[in-house]
């Protein structure tokens, strides 16, 4: 082997990546502190958390967030104050926050959806530029920003949007996870305290903490700090609870398999009746398409584009690893992961079971989308960073026109309908097609979670507002 042609630098991070046997942490600055992606993803987050209180409800737009509302007053999951498990992480930090600052109980939890909702949008340009590079990011962390029901969960009392936080954060510690680092210590700590907000996250991101704990855990001591690390998470929120709760743990289980025997008798497709089971499914499918359908369009385009292409140029489409608009301080791509930390691997562990779950399980709300809402915005841009990186110098200039456009066009509809519209779908659908499957009113057509719903919300006073 030449030495002199890998560089000092290359040998460092080999040596580092496969040493035998190592005493406590590696530590060293993570690379992307050093890139443009740190400024990009806080911009995002900073424009979406803005944007959130903009339109910020001032009473809940629904009994769910009547009964949060209520549980951070007195908590009671046997009352459902609120709904079993609680999500008593949400609604006792709401309630420590009305406190603190003096804010109604409404507003505080207001608050803590929109910063959830805002480091999803950041999180998502972090984890869209590791996985396809910046363009992917930061297109991918503005389509997050605006969608309608992303937007609608910030800015009302909602946990939807820890969803689309944790999911983001989980794929970011999946990706870059390298060996004696932290990285699998936080996913877990993240999924262990994101369970006290939405106990559902504990099948839809295991997958990616699995991924972030088998490629960072490398000692005994390592594997133990982060058992310890993962109870003591869940210990942090789950003992207050109990001790609240009155009746304790027996009646917090009571409340927990009530809740779930009456969610999976209504929509999951293991035990609903049939009709039930295609409802939920068709809800699914109906809200995947309403919010990722600009996007899916671009990807299409793409698709279309680059199959033109090879067969007009006899050139293949171009290597995504070498990341559009990245420099070489913002990647390790220079030395190669493990085929579990790969773009296809990654993304499938955050599609794939959220997926499962809001499909196979419950579909509530609008909001479930978030679960999956990441992952899926940056698997659809994929084909657009292919394209992007087409050994045609000319091709590749127009598509990175073309494509700017185009995403900028579907964050321009975002916005409209969110703000202008009483509902994402336009009402000439609902009105002219009644029939048509995805206008139907059983799939939650027309899918009215637009800041239209939220002003409504705040003249009538809300229901069940005190």
């Known amino acids: 082997m030449n030495t002199e042609t890998l560089g000092r630098e290359n040998l460092r991070q080999v040596s580092h990546l496969h040493r035998t046997s190592v005493r406590g942490w590696s530590s060293g600055e993570p690379s992307w502190l050093r890139s443009p992606t740190l400024a990009a993803s806080v ?11 903009s339109y910020a409800a001032s009473r809940p737009t629904d009994i769910a967030g009547a009964r949060y509302v209520a549980g951070a007053g007195r908590f009671d999951v046997t009352h459902s104050s609120p709904p079993a498990p609680g999500s008593w992480l949400y609604v006792a930090a709401g309630h420590a926050i009305g406190v ?73 510690l999946a990706r870059r996870a ?18 006290g907000v939405r106990l559902s996250v504990v099948p839809a991101f295991a997958l990616l903490v699995l991924i972030a704990v088998v490629a960072s855990v490398r000692t005994v001591g390592q594997l133990l700090t982060m058992v310890v690390a993962g109870v003591a998470s869940v210990a942090a929120w789950f003992v207050p609870m109990i001790v609240i709760q009155p009746g304790g743990l027996h009646a917090w289980l009571h409340a927990v398999h009530v809740q779930v025997s009456h969610t999976a008798h209504i929509s999951s497709v293991f035990v609903a009746p049939t009709s039930g089971a295609l409802t939920n499914i068709g809800t699914f499918g109906a809200w995947s398409l309403v919010t990722l359908g600009p996007v899916l369009v671009v990807a299409v385009l793409a698709v279309l584009v680059t199959a033109g292409a090879r067969l007009a140029t006899r050139r293949p489409g ?5 990341r559009i608009w990245s420099t070489g301080t913002e990647t390790d791509d220079r030395v190669g992961r493990p ?3 790969g773009t296809v691997a990654v993304l499938t562990a955050a599609v794939i079971p959220p997926v499962a779950v809001v499909t196979l399980d419950q579909f509530s709300g609008g909001g479930s989308v978030l679960a999956y809402l990441v992952p899926a915005t940056v698997l659809l841009l994929l084909p657009v960073a292919r394209l992007l990186h087409h050994r045609t110098p000319g091709l590749r200039r127009a598509a990175a026109i073309v494509a700017t456009l185009l995403v900028a066009g579907a964050v ?32 939650q057509a027309p899918y009215a979670d637009t800041a239209d719903t939220i002003r409504a919300a705040d003249r009538r006073g809300g229901p069940g507002h005190r």
């Open 43 to 53: 911009l995002i987050g900073i424009g979406t958390f803005v944007l959130r209180l």
């Open 100 to 172: 603190v600052s003096g804010l109604s109980t409404v507003r505080s939890l207001v608050l803590l959806a929109a910063v959830a909702s805002a480091g999803a949008a950041a999180l998502t340009c972090v984890a869209g530029t590791a996985l396809g590079g910046r363009w992917v990011g930061i297109a991918s962390g503005a389509l997050v920003a605006t969608a309608p029901v992303s937007w609608f969960a910030g800015s009302t009392v909602s946990t939807f949007s820890f969803d689309a936080f944790l999911g983001a954060l989980l794929m970011v």
């Open 178 to 195: 390298r060996p004696y680092r932290a990285h699998g210590v936080l996913a877990v700590v993240a999924l262990g305290l994101g369970a």
């Open 318 to 322: 171009g290597n995504v690893a070498l």
């Open 339 to 341: 085929w579990y930390q």
């Open 412 to 443: 321009t509809v975002n916005i409209q309908r969110f703000v202008a519209a009483p509902g994402i779908l336009p009402a000439s659908v609902a009105r002219h097609y009644p029939k048509l499957w995805i206008s139907q009113t059983r799939y």
